[in-house]
């Protein structure tokens, strides 16, 4: 399916899950090269730049968050982008919010402030890059604010549920940053090689500007797994001690009764000779034994402070 959107002389095609016509159309409307046909057709699953004479062919590979059944998952979502001195080309075989929302503000004319100026198709490659790490962003900042109720659940006593909450966040941050990781070099890239783009040396501050956003995103990357660290070394912390109190009462209790089983087991080896055991009021005078001694020990552990 492809959409055509038009923005003061400007055309913005999207294209969502193109077929062969589609793209072959397109191909020889702005006489773009087959490589970039091939590329329009195909997932290459990794973010990349080729500037071309006429336009600039970036790939960018975007970590999107989903929840479904109350869980979340981060999965990569790929678009092409093909930027010309008037037209923009953007190619994607998934929903991508971000460039739903675009496409309302975009028929609506409010992409820019009344202040700001827009000369050529990098222009909109790059609001349209704003508004798409601007979605990143808000996905980390929600993975972050799960961090923090995790803290929260982690010192209210709910640390044994949190193991497996920390692992799926950690996945989530995992697969976010190995998503996101070249575009720096994209931009890097980019930034080399912007006086052979159509756009010329003043698109720089442009291109810096996306990139700025980018290490914003990098940074709010690093901060979530720093986080996360933190947390996972306190939770394994309160759950070994939780751990080995509970097992330390146990080996207490176990020490407690074992002077008492031995003392039973010792009074019922049939004999005619056994003491106590043959008077009359023989087992009450075994339990009094047994209480005072389960009491002493009980006295003993709590003067070394054991419990």
């Not at 600039?56 to 479904?68: E, F, G, I």
């Not at 751990?243 to 039973?264: G, S």
């Not at 389960?294 to 402070?305: D, S, V």
Request: hydrophobic share 40%; aromatic share 12%; charged share 25%.
């Amino acid at each position: 399916m492809t959409k055509t959107h038009t923005y003061r002389g400007l055309a913005w095609i999207d294209m969502e899950s193109p077929d062969d016509n589609e793209i072959s159309s397109i191909i020889r409307r702005y006489d773009l090269h087959p490589l970039v046909g091939e590329e329009l057709k195909s997932s290459s699953t990794l973010a990349k730049i080729d500037i071309y004479k006429d336009y600039v062919l970036v790939v960018l590979t975007l970590p999107v968050r989903l929840r479904k059944n109350g869980s979340s998952s981060v999965v990569n979502r790929e678009i092409d982008f093909v930027i010309g001195k008037n037209f923009l080309i953007t190619s994607r075989y998934d929903t991508i919010d971000q460039l739903e929302y675009f496409a309302k503000i975009f028929e609506t004319n409010s992409i820019i402030d009344k202040d700001e100026k827009i000369d050529h198709a990098g222009n909109l490659f790059h609001y349209m890059i704003k508004r798409i790490y601007a979605g990143m962003l808000e996905d980390l900042e929600n993975i972050r604010d799960s961090l923090q109720s995790s803290e929260a659940k982690i010192f209210g006593g709910d640390e044994r549920n949190m193991v497996r909450a920390l692992s799926n966040l950690s996945r989530e941050i995992i697969d976010f940053r190995q998503t996101a990781r070249i575009h720096r070099e994209v931009w890097e890239e980019l930034i080399a090689g912007v006086g052979e783009t159509p756009f010329g040396n003043d698109f720089l501050p442009y291109v810096h500007d996306m990139r700025d956003d980018f290490n914003k995103i990098h940074e709010l990357i690093a901060n979530c797994r720093e986080l996360l660290v933190d947390l996972r070394e306190t939770n394994d912390s309160l759950l070994t001690s939780k751990q080995n109190e509970v097992i330390k009462t146990l080996t207490l209790v176990a020490f407690i009764f074992y002077p008492l089983t031995f003392i039973a087991s010792l009074f019922t080896i049939p004999s005619p000779f056994t003491p106590v055991v043959s008077h009359p009021q023989g087992w009450y005078i075994l339990l009094f034994v047994m209480v005072v001694m389960a009491i002493g020990i009980g006295i003993f552990f709590k003067r070394k402070k054991w419990f």
